[in-house]
């Protein structure tokens, strides 16, 4: 990408470049960094900056434009008429620029816009303009190398100028424009010397376009036709150092400000009053959500805290009570898990088995196949044998049948040859004949009449020059009627004698286009002689890569149908086992059926059990309350042993219902006294009552035990099985993915085959087709040829 121009300002650490992609980019050299970009619809040939940063000129193929550099964009306000402008150029106070326009330089007022001043003298194109420091004078330098120094106030040429140079005069930079070359920044110590020494610094890939210093000559910028912009940082070392760091430090710190148009500026105030009034009424219900969320949330607050304090009292008995059954499960698991390592040591033995047998019966099956495998190569070769051997036979006969007709047409070529050679001998024969006798008879023909005409002429003058008598008058007259007659008569010979001469020139013509024609005809059977043999050798290297490719296509059938019979075979082993797999799954199916049938019934003997332990357990906890009864009035009525009058009236005021253990559980006797109570403990009926008790209990305890076992031994089992036909059914689903995919590769192999196939059949009857219709045009030729 090509950059055109470039130019730097005084207030602030700006560049502007313009180049071939029709853009304009303002860079802060600074940060390194670019502030704006702007595309154009046509090229920008030239650029020029403002001291002041704020505005820019851009040269256009059809006017000169200046726009302001606003804050993300670039805005025209101002055209000029100037077309095709190659260099612009503020002045140092951005009162002025100059345009320079082919060879003349055109003086514009920056704020006013009117035309200044009109500089011509130069007799080239202008290629570069120089303000002098109080912008009074102006220097350009046309492409012949010359160089004028311009008066403004008068507009007139001043003088010639040298090279601009650095304000310390202590540098001239330069850059190299050499064409196929990489550009480099030379820079030269002043003054200059014969033989002066410089430094080189390569930056660009092909030729320096534009060079440009800052104001404060502390960075060198330059382009290239390479589209790539670089930015040196000048340092000139010399007694003048401290002066430059004196005015770098005394030097105005670059300008912050831009340029905002009144419409944008008053678009953005509005913008910020909107947003200022939203916020405000943001913030005003942002502030009632809060007060109102913090509202709930100390209600929040509070509900759950008084659920936890109350949740935590009762997972703190939870925790008692899951304790105490932890302990009695882990007791009841080690039992479950010695039982369990018993039966899947027995399952592993068994299944161990199961694979070795069926490891055993693949090896052999795989023997099998290999076996079978070597027949089949054994069978495909000596197939392949005998294919070789017929197409050699069948190549050799065809080879020797070409070349039998290869013969008998150059014999043909050479017998037509001798023909057409005696048949032109015979025609130049006869030509030279008739063109001998024709010439012989028209000399005669005239010297017969020459003589006529002499003997006519002088009896003529006879006549004129004498007197002569009417007799010989008369006589004359006779012999001149007899002349005329013969005249007559020979005229008729000359006409008859020219009528002969044209048939016979027409017969030479009409003989001489003949042996054209023949001659054509020879030619035209001569290069069908020659394009058929073409042909013919054409035909016969079509026949060897025909007999090449039949041949790889054979070889490859081959290939394919001794890889697509193991494959089959594959494909009706796997068709076998994904049958037995699927009964497998039939199987797996019933036994899950009998396996829920079985879950449902334990789950009904379960439930039933859960309600009798209920009820039990309701009639123990009202058996140990009757019993803390009994033990409390039975301690209280002990204490009063020694006090006979008390121990009666407490006897006799102490009551307490009675509990009578029956077939269908604990019953309500009523209320009795302790008397009637000590005198049926007395006779042991509560004990046998309380031992049979104790007994149903713990025959109770043992069923549930039982039961509880083999519940788990089925779940167990349960969720065993169910993993095993799950495993089982993602294998069998694997092995199904596995076998479509192979039999699809097959089925998608067996068509390429049929496919290669049907096209080496097509090609085979194509090039027997085409044989057979040469074959019959080159008998038709040679029937027509006989015929003529």
């Given at each position: 990408m090509h950059v055109s121009s470039l130019d730097t300002c005084i207030r602030k650490p700006l560049i502007v470049t313009c180049g071939v992609d029709k853009s304009v980019r303002v860079w802060n050299y600074s940060d390194k960094s670019t502030d704006i970009l702007k595309f154009f619809k046509e090229e920008a040939l030239a650029v020029a900056l403002h001291p002041s940063g704020l505005h820019v000129v851009v040269a256009f193929t059809d006017k000169l434009r200046m726009l302001n550099i606003?804050?993300?964009?670039?805005?025209?306000?101002?055209?000029?008429?100037?077309k095709a402008c190659r260099e612009v150029r503020f002045s140092h106070g951005g009162q002025y620029f100059a345009?320079?326009?082919?060879?003349?330089?055109?003086?514009?007022?920056?704020?006013s816009g009117e035309l200044m001043a009109v500089l011509r003298g130069h007799t080239n194109q202008v290629n570069s303009l120089l303000w002098k420091a109080d912008d009074r004078k102006l220097m350009s330098c046309g492409s012949d190398g010359s160089i004028f120094q311009w008066d403004l106030r008068s507009a007139i040429k001043v003088g010639e100028g040298p090279l601009a140079i650095t304000t310390s005069q202590q540098f001239l930079f330069a850059g190299t424009a050499e064409p196929h070359r990489p550009g480099c920044i030379r820079a030269y110590k002043l003054p200059l010397e014969p033989e002066s020494s410089y430094s080189e610094f390569q930056c660009h890939d092909m030729a320096v376009a534009r060079l440009r210093l800052s104001h404060d000559n502390q960075y060198l910028f330059s382009v290239g036709d390479d589209g790539s912009l670089c930015i040196f940082e000048t340092k000139e070392l010399s007694s003048s150092k401290l002066k430059g760091r004196s005015e770098r430090e005394n030097a105005m710190a670059f300008a912050e400000e831009i340029l905002v148009t009144k419409s944008?500026?008053?678009e953005k105030n509005q913008t910020m009053q909107e947003l200022k009034a939203k916020v405000d009424e943001l913030t005003l219900h942002n502030e009632y959500q809060l007060r109102l969320k913090d509202m709930n949330y100390k209600e929040k607050i509070q509900e759950v805290s008084d659920k936890f304090t109350s949740e935590l009292t009762q997972d703190k008995q939870r925790c008692t009570d899951l304790q105490e059954d932890k302990r009695e499960m882990e007791a009841e698991y080690d039992a479950k898990l010695s039982e369990l390592e018993a039966t899947h040591t027995h399952e592993l033995d068994g299944i161990r088995d199961t694979y070795f047998a069926k490891i055993k019966a693949e090896v052999e099956r795989y023997d099998a196949l290999t076996q079978e495998r070597d027949e089949e190569n054994a069978r495909w070769d000596e197939e392949n044998q005998l294919l070789v051997e017929s197409h050699?036979?069948?190549?050799?006969?065809?080879?020797?049948?070409?070349?039998?007709?290869?013969?008998g047409e150059q014999t043909k070529q050479t017998q037509l040859g001798g023909e057409k050679d005696e048949i032109v001998t015979e025609f130049e024969d006869n030509?030279?004949?008739?063109?001998?006798?024709?010439?012989?008879?028209i000399e005669e023909v005239k010297a017969k009449y020459d003589a006529k005409f002499l003997d006519e002429r002088e009896a003529t003058l006879r006549l004129k020059g004498a007197n002569i008598d009417l007799c010989e008058n008369g006589i004359m007259k006779k012999k001149f009627t007899a002349l005329q007659k013969d005249i007559e008569d020979q005229k008729e010979e000359i006409r008859s004698l020219q009528e002969k001469g044209k048939e016979l020139y027409e017969n030479i013509k009409g003989l001489e286009k003949d042996i054209q024609g023949h001659k054509k005809e020879i030619r035209e059977r001569e290069e069908t002689i020659q394009d058929k043999e073409k042909r013919i050798y054409d035909l016969k290297k079509k026949n060897q890569e025909l007999e090449k490719f039949k041949f790889v296509l054979d070889y490859k059938i081959k290939e394919l149908k001794r890889q697509i019979e193991p494959r089959e075979n594959e494909i009706a082993d796997m068709k076998l086992q994904i049958e037995e797999m699927d009964q497998e799954l039939e199987h797996y199916h019933k036994s899950n059926a009998a396996l829920d049938l079985m879950i449902g019934e334990l789950t009904l003997k379960m439930d039933g059990m859960q309600k009798d332990i209920n009820h039990q357990s309701l009639e123990i906890k009202t058996m140990r309350q009757f019993i803390r009864q009994f033990q409390s009035d039975l301690h209280d009525s002990a204490q009063l042993l020694?006090?006979?009058?008390?121990?009666?009236a407490s006897v006799i005021g102490t009551t307490c219902f009675k509990v009578i253990w029956g077939g269908n559980g604990l019953k309500f006797a009523g209320f009795t006294t302790v008397l009637a109570l000590y005198k049926k403990y007395e006779t042991g009926k509560i004990v046998t009552e309380v031992a049979s008790d104790v007994d149903a209990q713990q025959e109770y305890n043992r069923q549930r035990e039982y039961l509880e076992k083999e519940v788990e031994s089925m779940k167990s089992k349960l969720v065993k099985g169910l993993k095993i036909n799950h495993s089982e059914m993602m294998r069998l689903k694997r092995e199904n993915a596995i076998l479509t995919v192979q039999v699809n590769d097959l089925r998608r192999e067996f068509h390429a085959v049929k496919s290669?196939?049907?096209?080496?059949?097509?090609?085979?009857?194509?090039?027997?087709?085409k044989r057979s219709m040469d074959e019959r045009e080159m008998e038709l030729r040679r029937e027509s040829e006989l015929q003529k």
């Open positions: 606003l804050m993300d964009d670039i805005r025209p306000y101002r055209e000029f008429g100037v345009v320079a326009n082919n060879n003349t330089i055109q003086v514009y007022g920056t704020y944008d500026l008053e050699t036979q069948f190549l050799a006969e065809m080879t020797s049948e070409y070349d039998r007709k290869v013969e030509k030279t004949q008739i063109e001998e006798d024709a010439d012989l008879e020694e006090k006979k009058k008390a121990l009666k290669s196939q049907s096209e080496v059949n097509d090609l085979k009857n194509k090039h027997r087709d």
